[in-house]
């Protein structure tokens, strides 16, 4: 595609609730990055793929998020049990390589806990 | 740990006046980028700096880098209301982000 498109845009999922996540990154982009972001904050760190693999999951929060990519191409990012503190916009990003070139954002997906 | 810092992180300003956004951040990144985020939007690239001494400019724009200093910089010349949005800088390290700065322009 001509873009990074997450799906979907907005979802409103009840406390407890599993969701999922989709990132399809620009075609021939093999590094894929998840941030969050909360209202009126700075893009949290959450992880970051080089193909399938991921080398640094550092930044995911608890063991309720994984996030696997296969085929070197699409990404889900899963949280599983969701609190209330999940509420987020969650920003997938993509670049040519490594992390040495520029990325390029989704519109992200605007995750409501209630 | 690696830390990415910008000020100030709020900027009140008029138009037609110059100001500029500092990044300064604690890796020996060698890559510097600044991003534009409008409301209710995503991040938008703004600049990518290669290597220390680099200077970009677009438009009322211009950013530089100094990677001796750990610091960037993101100029803005006689500033106009449509550049109004919140500014990112980034570091090659885990494409890190800085916390932002949100520059409002008052006509």
């Known amino acids: 595609g001509a873009g990074v498109s997450q799906s979907p845009s907005n979802k409103v999922t009840e406390k407890g609730k599993d969701v999922e996540l989709r990132c399809d990154p620009i075609s021939g982009h093999t590094a894929l990055y998840w941030y969050r972001q909360s209202l009126g904050q700075g893009l949290e760190f959450l992880i970051y793929?080089?193909?399938?693999?991921?080398?640094?999951k550092s930044g995911l929060p608890s063991d309720r998020f994984s996030a696997e990519r296969t085929g070197g191409s699409v990404s889900t990012l899963t949280i599983q049990r969701t609190q209330q503190e999940d509420s987020a916009v969650y920003l997938c990003?993509?670049?040519?390589?490594?992390?040495?070139?520029?990325?390029?954002f989704g519109q992200g997906t605007r995750l409501t806990v209630v | 740990e690696l830390k990415v810092e910008q000020n100030p992180l709020f900027l009140s300003m008029q138009e037609g006046k110059n100001y500029t956004i500092y990044c300064n951040y604690s890796?020996?990144?060698?890559?510097l980028y600044w991003y534009r985020q409008d409301p209710g939007k995503s991040l938008e690239s703004l600049f990518v700096?290669?290597?220390?001494?680099a200077v970009k400019q677009e438009g009322r724009l211009m950013a530089s880098l100094d990677t001796k200093a750990r610091l960037s910089t993101l100029h803005i010349t006689a500033a106009v209301h449509d550049l109004s949005a919140t500014y990112f800088c980034a570091v090659r390290e885990k494409l890190t982000f800085g916390t932002g700065t949100r520059l409002t322009i008052i006509p």
């Open positions: 793929f080089q193909g399938n693999s991921a080398p640094d």
């Open positions: 890796t020996t990144s060698d890559r």
């Open positions: 990003a993509s670049s040519l390589a490594g992390m040495n070139t520029e990325a390029f």
């Open positions: 700096l290669l290597s220390n001494g």
